[in-house]
């Protein structure tokens, strides 16, 4: 039973109380009706048989008597009737009582369609009464003639002739018919073989075999009786008083288990609704975050680019300015030389170009702490525009020292190309090691696109990221140790000699004696360093 605490459910309101009452008896209707097809599967197959049942209403009556027994599921089975004949119109029938009133037009689909659409017309949410008057408009019910009953000539102080528990006075194959349309096989008739188990009902035999308990209102014929109910002992009648109030507490709990199993199901539905939406919106905020990265990456480079630009236009057009100055003069001033104030001006911004050029030098041998490729490079390509610019021999060198390459033009063109690769390869090797379940394989098909820039792209991996590569590759627990013979280079990517080889030319224990560019002749090149300041050519 559903129980109110007023105190401490002060919010409740009756609106929402009403809306719920209703909804759970609309329920246990619902879920009535439907046991009606597994209710007709045993009768119709006879499985009750097989649980030693000879019939179905002792299958109902001992398997299904808390539900109402035999009476109840017949009802129903009256109910499922109405509803298939009804067709479209069937749905509008919520339960069992409102199908009651209808159940003796079935045999006439034309009668009950009309009789629903009828209710419907008047009412649109019909209830019992609305569908018997209906179904009293459509075919109305004629009157039975109640049989004439003499008051037996019998003074007042004596006895009746017929003793009250005296049974029925029903001879036997006696055919009856089935009277009260609220009975499933109402208009049927059948035979009364037996004798009647009580006052109040017959045992009729059908012409299909079936052998059903009814109540004498239920039948056409008078059946004479005294007494309307059944007198039983004392200790019987204390036993059915024990089992109807077993029975009704059995129909509360059932009751409060269906409302606890609804809401619970309410519940849960609602919960999981919650958690697929919380969900969903973590992985839109994973995804936004992601873009957002990837986004300020690009920014980062565009402006990159749009600095290189400006510092190239602004070298444009200061070699405009002066070609244009140079226009300007008469051909027989200049001749075949420039003015001394032309040549002054021209070798003041060249002056002043190289001192930029010969300060930036100095960057490649101390870089800057924060993102020091990054800045290496950029200051390189800048360098290389301005030696392009300005044909000069100095600021070649220091791009080519900045860039790690020869000073040439060529050199270092395609070392600008390789360095302008490397934002992407570092963004495709980071989204390859993001993947779940990342493998050596995943990684050497990225990497190898960007083979000629690996050190530069190393120098900018974090430390958890080069561990996660060195995990991936299976070779990465076979360490080949630094002995004298070895050709090494320096470990750190920020050191002038990380690009430089050299031999050990002697082992000092944990350190060794290196001889730079293969030179063991020359003294100067030779330094001692830590085994572990010091790599192999072509590993990280």
Same mark, same amino acid.
């Given at each position: ?242 089992l109807k109030e077993q029975h009704k507490l ?83 001033? +200049? ?104 493998? +050596? ?13 690996k050190a530069d792209y190393w120098a900018e ?54 001889? +730079? ?24």
């Amino acid at each position: 039973m559903l129980t109110l605490d007023r105190e401490t459910k002060p919010a409740l309101h009756y609106d929402d109380l009403n809306s719920s009452i209703k909804d759970t008896f609309a329920a246990i209707d619902r879920f009535e009706l439907q046991a009606v097809e597994q209710i007709r599967l045993m009768h119709d197959e006879r499985m009750y048989r097989i649980a030693g049942y000879k019939n179905f209403s002792q299958y109902c009556q001992g398997e299904l008597h808390v539900y109402g027994g035999y009476r109840r599921i017949n009802q129903l089975l009256g109910a499922s009737k109405v509803i298939v004949a009804a067709g479209e119109l069937g749905p509008q029938i919520k339960n069992e009582r409102q199908a009651r009133p209808l159940l003796r037009l079935v045999k006439e689909p034309e009668k009950l369609i009309a009789a629903i659409a009828l209710a419907l017309s008047s009412n649109p949410e019909p209830s019992e009464s609305d569908f018997a008057a209906a179904a009293n408009i459509v075919a109305p019910m004629p009157r039975v003639r109640k049989p004439f009953h003499q008051e037996p000539l019998v003074p007042k102080n004596q006895e009746p002739l017929v003793p009250k528990n005296q049974e029925p006075l029903v001879p036997k194959n006696m055919k009856v018919t089935i009277s009260s349309p609220s009975h499933p096989r109402y208009g049927e008739s059948g035979v009364i073989e037996a004798e009647a188990p009580n006052n109040s009902q017959q045992i009729v035999t059908f012409a299909d075999g079936e052998r059903l308990l009814v109540n004498n209102t239920d039948l056409d014929a008078a059946i004479v009786s005294d007494s309307t109910e059944r007198t039983y002992p004392k200790e019987y009648s204390e036993a059915i008083a024990e089992l109807k109030e077993q029975h009704k507490l059995e129909l509360e709990r059932l009751e409060q288990e269906l409302r606890i199993g609804l809401q619970a199901e309410v519940s849960a539905r609602a919960e999981a609704q919650v958690s697929e939406q919380i969900q969903s919106m973590h992985f839109l905020y994973k995804e936004q975050k992601e873009q957002n990265i990837q986004l300020q990456q690009r920014l980062d480079e565009m402006e990159g680019l749009r600095n290189l630009k400006i510092e190239n236009q602004q070298l444009h057009q200061r070699i405009g300015e002066l070609e244009h100055a140079l226009l300007e003069r008469p051909q027989q001033q +200049w001749g075949n030389t420039m003015t001394q104030q032309a040549t002054k001006v021209l070798n003041k911004q060249v002056k002043q170009a190289l001192e930029k050029t010969i300060d930036l030098r100095s960057l490649a041998l101390e870089p800057p702490k924060e993102n020091a490729t990054e800045c290496l490079r950029l200051m390189g390509m800048a360098l290389k525009n301005l030696a392009s610019a300005m044909n000069n021999t100095q600021a070649l060198e220091a791009a080519a020292l900045i860039l790690g390459t020869s000073p040439t033009r060529s050199a270092i063109a395609i070392r600008t190309e390789q360095l302008q690769l490397l934002p992407q390869a570092i963004r495709e090797i980071r989204q390859v090691l993001a993947k779940p379940g990342c493998s +050596w394989q995943d990684f050497c098909t990225v990497a190898q696109h960007y083979e000629v820039i690996k050190a530069d792209y190393w120098a900018e991996l974090t430390t958890s990221e080069k561990e996660l590569i060195s995990a991936l590759n299976p070779k990465a627990n076979v360490a080949m140790p630094i002995q004298v013979g070895s050709i090494v280079c320096h470990a750190d990517p920020y050191h002038t000699l990380y690009i430089a080889r050299g031999k050990v030319i002697q082992d000092l224990g944990e350190q060794v004696v290196v001889a +730079w560019d293969n030179s063991q002749d020359e003294p100067k090149n030779t330094s001692i360093y830590l085994k572990n300041e010091l790599r192999f050519p072509g590993s990280n």
